[in-house]
């Protein structure tokens, strides 16, 4: 009985050193408002590092409360650099498929969010925001982090992040 309880926690033990931490998420998305007062997307990963699969899903009503009905996703690995595009127009070489209205619909919450998966330095970067706090804001303003903030403030934040 003893060596039975010995071996089971031997591979508790193995399973929780091999799979390691998950990937955490940080502010380094972000959603601007241009003087045109389109949304934009803000992509900064942090440094040189590549990222992969940037997405952006909708729902309405609460986020991921069902299937996203309306957004975009990547299946590309290895972008790099920072980002900045209209929200629903994505770089036209990340070949991202779109689902759904490419519009900031009524009472819709969204989440954008790419991913770097390295072992032991993995993180997402995600900004979730609804219709309504895009549409407040300001040309110039920046919606991260669950709160309005200027370009330059969301730029140290991402950079602070890292």
Same mark, same amino acid.
């Given at each position: $009985?003893?060596?039975?309880?010995?071996?089971?926690?031997?591979?508790?033990?193995?399973?929780?050193?091999? @799979?390691?931490? %998950?990937?955490?998420?940080?502010?380094? &998305?972000?959603?601007?408002?241009?003087?045109? #007062?389109?949304?934009?997307?803000?992509?900064?990963?942090?440094?040189? !590092?590549?990222?992969?699969?940037?997405?952006?899903?909708?729902?309405? %009503?609460?986020? !991921?409360? %069902?299937?996203?009905?309306?957004?975009?996703?990547?299946?590309?690995?290895?972008?790099?650099?920072? &980002?900045? *595009?209209?929200?629903?127009?994505?770089?036209? &070489?990340? =070949?991202?498929?779109?689902? %759904? +209205? =490419?519009?900031?619909?009524?009472?819709?919450?969204?989440?954008?969010? *790419? #991913?770097?998966?390295?072992?032991?330095? @993995?993180?997402? #970067?995600?900004? +979730? *925001?609804?219709?309504?706090?895009?549409?407040?804001?300001?040309?110039? =303003?920046?919606? &991260?982090? !669950?709160?309005? $903030?200027?370009?330059?403030? *969301? +730029?140290?934040?991402?950079? !602070?992040?890292?």
């Amino acid at each position: $009985m003893r060596r039975t309880g010995v071996a089971f926690a031997g591979a508790v033990a193995g399973c929780l050193l091999l @799979s390691g931490c %998950g990937a955490i998420d940080l502010p380094l &998305a972000g959603i601007r408002v241009g003087a045109d #007062g389109a949304p934009h997307a803000l992509i900064r990963p942090c440094g040189d !590092d590549t990222y992969e699969k940037p997405s952006l899903d909708g729902w309405a %009503g609460a986020a !991921d409360d %069902g299937p996203a009905t309306t957004g975009w996703d990547v299946r590309k690995e290895k972008l790099g650099g920072d &980002a900045e *595009f209209p929200l629903f127009s994505p770089p036209p &070489a990340w =070949q991202a498929r779109h689902r %759904g +209205e =490419q519009r900031l619909l009524p009472k819709h919450h969204y989440s954008l969010t *790419f #991913g770097h998966y390295v072992t032991g330095d @993995s993180y997402n #970067g995600i900004v +979730e *925001f609804s219709t309504e706090q895009i549409t407040a804001l300001k040309p110039g =303003q920046v919606w &991260a982090d !669950d709160s309005v $903030m200027s370009l330059d403030e *969301f +730029e140290k934040l991402a950079e !602070d992040s890292c």
